[in-house]
T-cell receptor
């Protein structure tokens, strides 16, 4: 089973700042089958990024994903108030696993 | 509009059973793989099970094999999860999700979830 480790656990930033979240896999993720999800309190997760770098339908351009192999990242170019949430990475190339999440909170 | 609506959650005693349902609409259900994902209170996401579009292929998280059974009814556009021998650690929100049947795919739509509370 591929273990995904997300860091940091919590990111404290101000609106307008850039956020960079990390997701490290215990072994190579095949064909970059890596996704990112956003979850706000009391809501279901929402797909943001798939294939490591492709934005899902309707996702703003300020969200971008990059990486390959074992190291992946999600960047939010300029944080909007609605972006403060928890973000999860997921690998779906083999047995499906999620990372533990990164909370982006208002500083 | 794609909609996934879970039902069947509630309070159950340890050792008991429960059957979750997910009613879907807004897409061609028989053309998509379907999944269950759960989230314990205040915790992260855990994949539970996947069933292929035809129902021919089924996968479970190793830790849940033998107690949970996923199934689907393509005529009724519905997904199910039968859970037996429930434990306190099964307490979670259970989400129904959709994924493409064209190779490995992320979960592009999620229901709002149904809460299962297992009392010891």
């Amino acid at each position: 089973e591929i273990v995904l480790t997300q860091s940091p656990g919590t990111l404290s930033l101000s609106p307008g700042e850039r956020a960079t979240l990390s997701c490290r896999a215990s072994q190579s993720v095949s064909s970059s089958y890596l996704a990112w999800y956003q979850q706000k309190p009391g809501q279901a997760p929402r797909l943001l990024i798939y294939g490591a770098s492709s934005r899902a339908t309707g996702i703003p351009h300020r969200f971008s994903g990059s990486g390959s192999g074992t190291d992946f990242s999600l960047s939010i170019s300029r944080l909007e108030p609605e972006d403060f949430a928890v973000y999860y990475c997921q690998q779906y190339g083999g047995s499906l696993t999620f990372g533990g999440g990164t909370k982006v909170e208002i500083k | 509009e794609v909609q996934l609506v879970e039902s069947g959650g509630g309070l159950v005693k340890a050792g008991g059973s429960l059957r979750l349902s997910c009613a879907t609409s807004g897409f061609t259900f028989r053309s998509y793989n379907m999944n269950w994902v759960r989230q314990a209170p205040g915790k992260g996401l855990q994949w539970v099970s996947t069933i292929s579009s035809s129902g021919s292929y089924i996968y479970y998280a190793d830790s849940l094999k033998g107690r949970f059974t996923i199934s689907r009814d393509n005529a009724k556009n519905s997904l199910f999860l039968r859970m037996n021998s429930l434990r306190a650690e099964d307490t979670a929100i259970y989400y129904c999700t959709r994924s493409s049947n064209y190779g490995p795919s992320p979960f592009d739509y999620w229901g709002r979830g149904t809460l299962i509370t297992v009392s010891s």
